[in-house]
């Protein structure tokens, strides 16, 4: 894969890191290879419940989600706590379009704020997402393709005041921005982020590459101990969103987004929380 030419290495850190877990305390007794709940990897048949049979099984018992080689055709996977996957080399986790692929991600749960656009204020409308999951690592020299994701979205549904908007977006039409910005009802059963993470704990992104991962390739809002290390992220809007996070380090990450954001460390009412963490 070429990736294009506008690469930025990213290193962002807050706070005292906390230790993250050893590999055995992920629940190495037991591996569990997605091809065995049913996955085929063949680019075609749809292998996000074998992924979430797999995530459920090694959850429960303890141990790594195993991601062979093969072209995966997923809508949302859902993480749980206590689990580690693995991409095996040539691994790829494909984003069904829901227009083309015959169903849907999972439906974004009720806005808590006012103040953030769709993006930013919804989770579980995306590829892989976890909500209050700790002790969780994804890693390897996999490849999540964001194909069938949309970079679109609502703006804040406070009308005083929209905020601002990407530089890229300056002289365009309001019928352009128009379609940029469709309505709630139109976001029903679409996904848009490769990686969503709300209020989660001790987690570990390494190794693998994000390509056009949505309007984010990875949010991360309210989370706690997160490294996010040796990512290529290659994507058509933001790469990688820290939202109100804590002991959380950023390294040897290689992002490309020449149209939104590419590593962004903030503060805002995603969470209609106004009080911030202790470090951010």
């Not at 049979?53 to 195993?66: D, F, H, Q, S």
């Not at 976890?130 to 999540?144: F, M, S, Y």
Request: aromatic share 6%.
């Amino acid at each position: 894969m070429d990736l294009p030419r506008r690469m930025f290495s990213g290193l962002c850190m807050a706070g005292a890191l906390t230790p993250l877990m050893p590999r055995a305390a992920l629940g190495a007794e037991g591996r569990f290879d997605v091809r065995h709940f049913g996955a085929k990897g063949d680019g075609t048949a749809i292998d996000s419940p074998a992924f979430n049979a797999a995530i459920a099984e090694a959850a429960r018992r303890g141990g790594t989600v195993l991601v062979p080689a093969g072209r995966y055709l997923c809508f949302s996977i859902r993480l749980q706590s206590r689990i580690r996957i693995v991409f095996e080399q040539g691994a790829t986790i494909v984003a069904a379009n829901p227009a083309l692929h015959g169903g849907s991600y999972d439906l974004p749960e009720p806005a808590p704020g006012l103040y953030q656009d769709f993006g930013h204020s919804h989770w579980r409308n995306s590829l892989i997402w976890g909500e209050d999951i700790e002790d969780v690592a994804i890693e390897g020299p996999g490849l999540i393709h964001g194909l069938g994701l949309t970079r679109d979205g609502p703006g804040a549904r406070w009308k005083a005041q929209t905020g601002e908007r990407p530089l890229s977006m300056q002289g365009m039409s309001e019928r352009d921005i128009a379609d940029l910005e469709p309505a709630v009802a139109a976001m029903q059963g679409l996904g848009n982020k490769a990686i969503a993470l709300k209020r989660g704990r001790n987690i570990r992104l390494s190794g693998f590459t994000v390509l056009k991962g949505g309007h984010f390739a990875i949010l991360a809002t309210g989370t706690s101990a997160l490294l996010i290390e040796n990512l290529t992220i290659d994507t058509d809007r933001d790469g990688i969103d820290l939202d109100c996070v804590k002991d959380t380090l950023v390294r040897g990450c290689k992002v490309n987004s020449p149209n939104d954001d590419g590593i962004v460390v903030k503060s805002s009412l995603a969470l209609a929380n106004r009080s911030p963490p202790k470090t951010c």
